[in-house]
Protein backbone atom coordinates (compact mmCIF):
# COMPACT_ATOMS: atom_id res chain seq x y z
CA UNK A 1 0.00 0.00 0.00
CA UNK A 2 1.73 3.10 -1.21
CA UNK A 3 2.18 5.87 1.79
CA UNK A 4 -0.59 8.45 0.48
CA UNK A 5 -3.04 4.99 0.39
CA UNK A 6 -2.11 4.61 4.03
CA UNK A 7 -2.65 8.25 4.56
CA UNK A 8 -6.46 8.27 3.45
CA UNK A 9 -7.39 4.81 4.90
CA UNK A 10 -6.01 6.48 8.33
CA UNK A 11 -7.98 9.35 7.80
CA UNK A 12 -10.75 7.31 7.09
CA UNK A 13 -10.71 4.95 9.53
CA UNK A 14 -10.41 8.44 12.07
CA UNK A 15 -13.53 9.53 11.26
CA UNK A 16 -15.23 6.89 12.60
CA UNK A 17 -17.28 8.91 15.53
CA UNK A 18 -17.86 8.18 18.82
CA UNK A 19 -21.67 8.17 18.39
CA UNK A 20 -21.99 4.34 16.81
CA UNK A 21 -18.99 3.11 18.60
CA UNK A 22 -19.05 -0.86 18.31
CA UNK A 23 -21.68 -1.57 21.40
CA UNK A 24 -20.39 -4.55 22.71
CA UNK A 25 -16.87 -3.86 22.90
CA UNK A 26 -17.83 -0.73 24.80
CA UNK A 27 -19.97 -3.06 27.16
CA UNK A 28 -17.26 -4.84 27.79
CA UNK A 29 -14.58 -2.26 28.04
CA UNK A 30 -13.97 -0.84 31.94
CA UNK A 31 -14.00 2.76 31.91
CA UNK A 32 -10.39 3.27 32.67
CA UNK A 33 -9.25 0.22 31.82
CA UNK A 34 -5.41 -0.60 31.30
CA UNK A 35 -6.01 -2.81 28.12
CA UNK A 36 -3.53 -2.26 25.22
CA UNK A 37 -5.30 -0.25 22.90
CA UNK A 38 -4.73 -0.92 19.17
CA UNK A 39 -7.15 0.76 17.47
CA UNK A 40 -9.20 3.21 16.64
CA UNK A 41 -12.32 1.34 17.11
CA UNK A 42 -10.50 0.70 20.57
CA UNK A 43 -9.39 3.94 21.46
CA UNK A 44 -13.11 5.07 20.54
CA UNK A 45 -14.71 2.04 22.96
CA UNK A 46 -12.29 3.61 25.56
CA UNK A 47 -13.23 6.81 25.70
CA UNK A 48 -16.81 6.01 25.21
CA UNK A 49 -16.96 2.98 28.03
CA UNK A 50 -16.69 6.62 30.36
CA UNK A 51 -19.30 8.75 28.75
CA UNK A 52 -22.39 8.72 30.57
CA UNK A 53 -24.79 11.26 29.14
CA UNK A 54 -26.67 12.83 31.50
CA UNK A 55 -30.55 12.24 31.34
CA UNK A 56 -32.73 14.40 29.08
CA UNK A 57 -30.08 14.97 26.99
CA UNK A 58 -31.21 12.60 23.67
CA UNK A 59 -30.04 13.94 20.54
CA UNK A 60 -27.57 16.26 21.49
CA UNK A 61 -24.12 16.34 20.03
CA UNK A 62 -20.72 17.65 20.17
CA UNK A 63 -17.71 17.02 17.71
CA UNK A 64 -13.90 17.66 19.57
CA UNK A 65 -10.73 17.97 17.48
CA UNK A 66 -7.57 17.01 19.41
CA UNK A 67 -4.59 15.04 18.92
CA UNK A 68 -2.90 12.60 21.41
CA UNK A 69 0.56 11.74 22.22
CA UNK A 70 2.41 8.46 21.71
CA UNK A 71 2.31 7.69 25.81
CA UNK A 72 -2.04 8.43 25.40
CA UNK A 73 -1.97 12.13 26.41
CA UNK A 74 -3.88 14.93 24.74
CA UNK A 75 -1.40 17.49 23.43
CA UNK A 76 -3.32 20.71 24.22
CA UNK A 77 -6.93 20.84 25.15
CA UNK A 78 -10.06 19.75 23.30
CA UNK A 79 -11.76 22.50 20.81
CA UNK A 80 -15.31 22.21 19.71
CA UNK A 81 -15.90 22.58 16.19
CA UNK A 82 -19.53 21.57 16.09
CA UNK A 83 -22.68 21.43 18.37
CA UNK A 84 -26.25 20.62 18.29
CA UNK A 85 -27.47 21.70 21.64
CA UNK A 86 -31.10 22.10 23.18
CA UNK A 87 -32.43 25.38 24.24
CA UNK A 88 -32.05 24.44 27.85
CA UNK A 89 -28.76 25.75 28.77
CA UNK A 90 -28.24 23.67 31.87
CA UNK A 91 -29.10 20.78 30.25
CA UNK A 92 -26.64 21.80 27.07
CA UNK A 93 -23.68 22.68 29.98
CA UNK A 94 -24.19 18.80 31.77
CA UNK A 95 -23.71 17.51 28.03
CA UNK A 96 -20.89 19.05 27.40
CA UNK A 97 -19.53 18.53 30.70
CA UNK A 98 -19.82 14.99 30.49
CA UNK A 99 -17.92 14.83 26.90
CA UNK A 100 -14.97 16.61 28.62
CA UNK A 101 -15.21 14.31 31.75
CA UNK A 102 -15.38 10.83 29.54
CA UNK A 103 -12.54 11.88 28.07
CA UNK A 104 -10.76 12.97 31.15
CA UNK A 105 -11.14 9.64 32.42
CA UNK A 106 -10.66 7.84 29.86
CA UNK A 107 -6.81 9.47 29.53
CA UNK A 108 -4.28 8.47 29.45
CA UNK A 109 -5.33 5.88 26.56
CA UNK A 110 -3.24 3.31 26.77
CA UNK A 111 -1.84 2.57 23.10
CA UNK A 112 0.17 -0.14 21.74
CA UNK A 113 3.68 0.83 20.64
CA UNK A 114 2.50 0.69 17.39
CA UNK A 115 -0.34 2.48 17.75
CA UNK A 116 0.77 5.23 19.45
CA UNK A 117 3.49 5.61 16.72
CA UNK A 118 0.52 5.93 14.34
CA UNK A 119 -1.57 8.10 16.37
CA UNK A 120 0.66 10.64 17.68
CA UNK A 121 0.05 13.91 16.49
CA UNK A 122 -3.12 13.06 14.21
CA UNK A 123 -5.80 15.41 14.72
CA UNK A 124 -9.15 13.41 15.71
CA UNK A 125 -12.65 14.72 15.34
CA UNK A 126 -14.71 12.42 16.97
CA UNK A 127 -18.76 13.06 17.26
CA UNK A 128 -20.60 12.69 20.99
CA UNK A 129 -24.18 12.06 20.12
CA UNK A 130 -26.57 11.26 23.25
CA UNK A 131 -28.59 8.21 21.81
CA UNK A 132 -32.62 8.51 21.96
CA UNK A 133 -33.37 7.21 25.56
CA UNK A 134 -36.00 3.86 25.28
CA UNK A 135 -39.26 3.99 26.66
CA UNK A 136 -39.14 1.44 29.34
Known amino acids: MSTRL ?8 IAVTITDPDEATARERACGSRDPVNSIAEMSAAIYA ?16 FSFRRDGTLIGRPRATFSALGPDDGLNRAFVASVLEALDKALPIPFTESMGEAIAGRILSPRFTAALERKS
Open 6 to 13: AMVALALA
Open 50 to 65: CWQPPRGTAGLSLTLR
